[in-house]
DNA sequence: TACATAATGTTATTTTATAACAATAAACTT
DNA sequence: AAGTTTATTGTTATAAAATAACATTATGTA
């Protein structure tokens, strides 16, 4: 289990807390009476968090979650519900989603590295 | 079927043409010859393209490609594997992957719309 | 034709992310 | 502990990606 730096730790803990996902200027904005400035400084430990499998990107909001799934720690492979009403963005349980892709990459030849999934729409409470 | 616009179509034959994903600035600057000017030119034709489910973005590299697989016409769901070693992007035939998610969005209770799937390893020719 | 709707053109700006380099701090070696 | 290397931080400036806002033109249709 790596130690996080200070900044490290700064960013994670804004992300941990937060109840959606952060984009990084909304992290600088939150992080600023902490002493980090500047942009370079949020993206360098975004950066590493999303190495060591502690956060994760949504791509399509370019915003910032941290992991609900011990996993990932070592698959780096994440899978999300988002929902299109409310915005509510889940971690899903993704075991077998991973086995699955997995046997899809063997398949198709490829070498498996991680995989990001983002799933589209109404979650239980909207539909 | 849908006939697609002036700057549409001009926009839609470019990322058809290219043997990878394109990004917006990289139309623009092939367009402009076509009098396609400025970005939003460019932003509202991807647009109604995606909508349309004639391309796909690629929401890890913030490039466009057209779709390979006539089921996103309806769908408008996509899976990718992208090799980190030679930037390759296929599509991947879904059918399989999206029976599978539609069972695990019931599963979950959420209303499925659809999907972006990013795959990412090394592809057959690399590994 | 006259009206409504969709698509286009244009300028400016916002949002997201990184390059480049100087300064510190931490870890490693002898 | 002193010296060396490596990682992290701080800072300024800029690049890259996307959209807001509004004027204009084209298209469909009653």
Redo the contacts between chains.
Sequence with gaps: MQTLTRNQQIVFDIINKSSEPLKAYTILSNVQKKGIKAPPQVYRALDKLIEMGKIHKI??KNAFVACQNSNCKVSKAAAF?I??SCEEVTE?DNS??SK??SS??DK?????????????????KC?
């Design positions: 791509e399509s519900s929902c299109e899903i077998k989603i699955y892709l899809f990459a198709i030849g490829m070498k498996y590295k991680k995989y990001n999934l983002e799933f589209f729409g109404l979650c239980k539909k």
